[in-house]
């Protein structure tokens, strides 16, 4: 079952511009994580927040977790053409095996 | 390099005909997971691995079996394919002593169809 869900399903938008993809999840969980996937390739893990948490930064990368609303956004700054690619959120549930499951994505497409 | 490789890229097979598909990761992390990718339908686990001989079923294993004898192989066998496991498969793997701290490490996919 799919825990995560990400909005919206697609986002088009200029490079320069800042991109925000939302995750929204349903039980209780222990950490959330953001992936990136290029086309038709594996994926790449981007972030880890823990649900003691609330904000995380990696480069133009910036996580925020909500556990009262059960949502996550992923905020990527200064979006570049080589941000384009599909992100998904993951989730490992409470009391669970750390085998995350993952929402359907959200299709970034940054135009230069 | 760490990293996860899958075997092979791309395999095209007639219904029917078993396959394996080879997973093999150089981290000696503990958990192995495989999903599949569908448009429209995200990644779905298959089984997964959270040690050597223990090993369990995801959300869709019907027609799947995999094994775990060592530590860094995790193959995916399917004993009679059938057109509806054509997919993209990835093999992904993790560090039980970073499950607080860092995600899955994905191989690059199998592009698998079954005609």
């Known amino acids: 079952s799919q825990q995560g869900e990400e909005d919206p399903q697609a986002l088009s938008i200029q490079e320069g511009e800042n991109a925000t993809m939302n995750c929204s999840y349903k039980?209780?969980?222990?950490?959330l994580q953001w992936y990136r996937q290029n086309s038709g390739r594996g994926l790449v893990h981007l972030i880890l927040i823990r649900s003691n948490e609330r904000e995380k930064h990696s480069g133009r990368l910036r996580v925020t977790l909500d556990t009262s609303k059960k949502s996550s956004s992923l905020l990527i700054t200064a979006s570049r053409a080589a941000d384009t690619a599909s992100y998904f959120c993951?989730?490992?549930?409470?009391?669970?095996?750390?085998?995350?499951?993952f929402g359907r994505g959200t299709s970034l497409i940054v135009h230069p | 390099e760490a990293q996860v490789t899958q075997n092979p890229r791309y395999l095209i097979t007639v219904t029917g005909k078993k396959l394996t598909v080879t997973c093999s990761q150089n981290?000696?992390?503990?958990?192995m997971s495989w999903y599949r990718q569908d448009p429209g339908l995200g990644l779905r686990q298959i089984y997964y691995s959270m040690n050597v001989e223990v090993t369990d079923k995801g959300d869709v294993p019907e027609g799947y079996k995999v094994s775990r004898k060592e530590k860094r192989n995790f193959p995916l066998i399917l004993e009679s394919p059938s057109p509806n496991q054509t997919s993209l498969y990835f093999c992904?793997?993790?560090?039980?002593?970073?499950?607080?701290?860092?995600?899955?490490?994905f191989g690059s996919g199998t592009r698998l169809t079954v005609v």
């Open positions: 039980t209780s969980i222990n950490n």
């Open positions: 993951a989730t490992d549930a409470s009391g669970g095996s750390y085998i995350p499951t």
């Open positions: 981290m000696n992390h503990e958990y």
């Open positions: 992904a793997s993790r560090l039980q002593g970073a499950l607080e701290r860092d995600g899955y490490t």
